[in-house]
């Protein structure tokens, strides 16, 4: 089973951009990788999703590297709003369910 | 509508009670699932139903009983638990694309203490 890991905690200042990386070096070459967040303990939030290649939708980047073996969530200018704890997580898709790393806590500097 | 409604949003129970914990989408996703996260930790997976049946078990004791009375609602049935059950209990649900990509939807959990 893959195994990722993350920076426990990171600093960003308003109206910067975010960049939080995950390795996922055991990752199968059929299994996404996907971001969620989670605010104040709620229920996790999507973000993205990838399996090769770049991705961008309304709410943020994601980078994956040639070989699979990282990823760097992007958020382009970070809000106080952004302040939340970032999943890294991988499946294999068809109800497989989420592997989840440990996640790393992103505090908005205002 | 991304919606998956969770009750109770708190539940306090002592080690002899028997409770259960509710879930129910509306999407017309065919795979539910049930996630424990302990505070500071990351969600774990318990078990996964895809189109009604129970498909994933992440070897969880027996005093967690799920069930899946149909495509729509998903419950977990509690007994005899231990004080370090206490934790948020998340269900979530996807369209079960069988291979393919699929995003997993959570709802906001239920905060269970064990006294």
């Known amino acids: 089973d893959a195994k990722t890991t993350q920076p426990p905690s990171m600093d960003c200042a308003e109206g910067r951009a975010a960049n939080l990386p995950c390795n996922h070096s055991?990752?199968?070459?059929?299994?996404?990788v996907y971001w969620y967040r989670q605010i104040h303990s709620q229920g996790p939030q999507y973000i993205i999703h990838?399996?090769?290649n770049n991705e961008t939708n309304e709410m943020a980047s994601l980078i994956i590297t040639e070989d699979r073996k990282s990823s760097t969530l992007i958020l382009p200018h970070a809000t106080l709003r952004d302040t939340a704890v970032y999943y890294c997580?991988?499946?294999?898709?068809?109800?497989?369910?989420?592997?989840f790393g440990k996640g790393t806590h992103l505090i908005i500097q205002p | 509508d991304t919606e998956v409604t969770q009750t109770p949003k708190h539940l306090v129970m002592g080690m002899t009670n028997k409770k259960s914990l509710k879930c129910e989408q509306h999407?017309?996703?065919?795979?539910m699932y049930w996630y424990k996260q302990k505070a500071k930790k990351p969600p774990e997976l318990m078990f996964v139903?895809?189109?009604?049946?129970?498909?994933i078990n992440e070897s969880v004791p027996s005093r967690f009983s799920p069930e899946c009375p149909n495509s729509s609602l998903l419950n977990l049935h509690l007994h005899a638990l231990q004080p370090e059950d206490s934790a948020l209990y998340l269900c979530?649900?996807?369209?079960?694309?069988?291979?393919?990509?699929?995003?997993?939807?959570f709802g906001e959990g239920s905060w269970l203490t064990v006294v």
């Open positions: 979530a649900s996807s369209q079960a694309g069988r291979g393919a990509f699929d995003t997993i939807y």
């Open positions: 055991t990752i199968s070459g059929n299994e996404y």
């Open positions: 990838g399996l090769k």
């Open positions: 997580a991988h499946s294999g898709g068809g109800a497989d369910g989420l592997t």
């Open positions: 999407m017309g996703h065919r795979a």
């Open positions: 139903y895809s189109y009604e049946k129970l498909s």
